[in-house]
């Protein structure tokens, strides 16, 4: 219930599959697996610029449009969270419509990534470095009730809240941006007639802008009577770390800095050695390159283990076994959050409530298994499995389980992926990406994202960069 604290903004990032499983993606590997960065068919590589943004749900929606006009049409107006005359049989193409079967177990995750100045060297052909700088949006919804849905498609004041009894266990809801600077090495740790092996690992000092959370414990409540929140033991958990309206300060600005963390991955490499039997498509361009020259790899990596310490312009309330009948509670949501943190701690007193003014923020963290199959020098398969680690029971980001299954053609200077998503290992998506030279554009939802069918999200993923290949790398395809 208490979910409706924050709202719900609608930032919209994911994970580049039409890129870093790519050959030659070069410092973008760092996004799937550090290990990648070394025994590459590069000498340099420079990002100048990518961007990749996505949202993703399974409960709120349009029918099928183009997502351009939808964003940039007379359609914008309809794309927000409030419709008081909720009709999902009578809506038009490019309304925002919820689910008339709403799903018990809804989910929602999106986010922005802008990939800065970034650069690989390969100090050998067995050791490589990559600087790199990001500014990274996301938010995620988690355990979607179908009350909470209308709560954040209606408004905290609609009329079918109450008289109703309230009963959330296990819902969560996050949100943070942030920049990151990283340093990432790797190396062959192992190379012989068969085998080569590789490890690497990223360090990231991270600089947090604005972030919140709220997470219930067995949340108990109801408005039975019509008019008032009455709690029955409830017991959740909120903070928040952005603009504050009472302080004309530098903590009424939304880019401030209110927090610093840090972050690493980790990754595994092994691949194996071609042999001469591998199926060859005659007249078609040869890599004759040993780093791609292989018959499969295998890879698994930790991502994103680390957290932010938000102590600027943050609180965090924790609520436990709480008791308390609120008059007219709906009034308080024309308040700022920190108004509502005040006005709510008040009414429940010191007994019911722990609070700080900072909070840590753990990072998306998760599990990363890969596996590339070479069929011939120019058609690849690959599968690849994220599986998020973050606790249901802390302030956390949550990454959004995905398994991956991404055919590609690929030559130095150009590919095409068309990458399959299972997310959240129900709902499938169909992506596609082409590479040519420097430049990359693509989507993991390309039907979507072009109005082929209805819309329950969308992503669009750009990047710019440069690289210098090795001799025996270079092509004239």
Known sequence: MVIMLFGFNCLTAQNYFGVVLDNYSGVNSLQANPAGICYQPFKFDINILGVDAYINNNNFYTDATNTIK???GSSLNKLVLKNNKYNPNAANVGDFTLNAAIKPNGYAFGGLTINGPSVLYAITKKKSVAFSINYRNAFNITQLLPLTAKILFEGPSYNDLRNQKYDFLNAKFSFANWIETGISYAQVVGRDKRYVQKLGG???VLWGLNGGYIFDNGFNGDNT????????????????AGP???KKTVSSDINALRGMGASIDFGYIIQRKNNQNLIACPDMYKINEETTNYRWKAGVSLLDFGAINFNQSAFSTAVSNANLNWY?????????LFQIDSIFKSYLGSNQVKSSNNFWMILPAALSLQFDYKLNDVFFLNTTFIQRLTPAKLGSLSRMNTIVFSPRFETPNLSFNLPISLNEYKDVNFGAAIRYKYLTIGSDRIAETLGFQTVYGANVYLLLKFNILSKSGKSSF
């Open 244 to 246: 504050n309206n009472d």
């Open 328 to 336: 007219k509670y709906d009034t308080i949501f024309k308040k700022d």
């Open 202 to 204: 990223s360090f990231k």
């Open 70 to 72: 939808l964003l940039f």
């Open 225 to 240: 009577n019509g008019r008032d929140l009455i709690l029955k033991s409830a017991s959740f958990n909120y903070a928040y």
